[in-house]
């Protein structure tokens, strides 16, 4: 089982990479 500040961060980063994805598309 993760910790707490670990799933954080995880979700932190799928957040990121999402956005960033996002962002290729106008």
Do not use: R, W
Not at 4 to 22: G, R, S
Request: aromatic share 12%; glycine share 0%.
């Amino acid at each position: 089982m993760e910790t707490l500040p670990q799933l954080k961060e995880e979700l932190a980063n799928e957040y990121q990479i999402t956005k960033n994805f996002i962002a290729l598309f106008p």
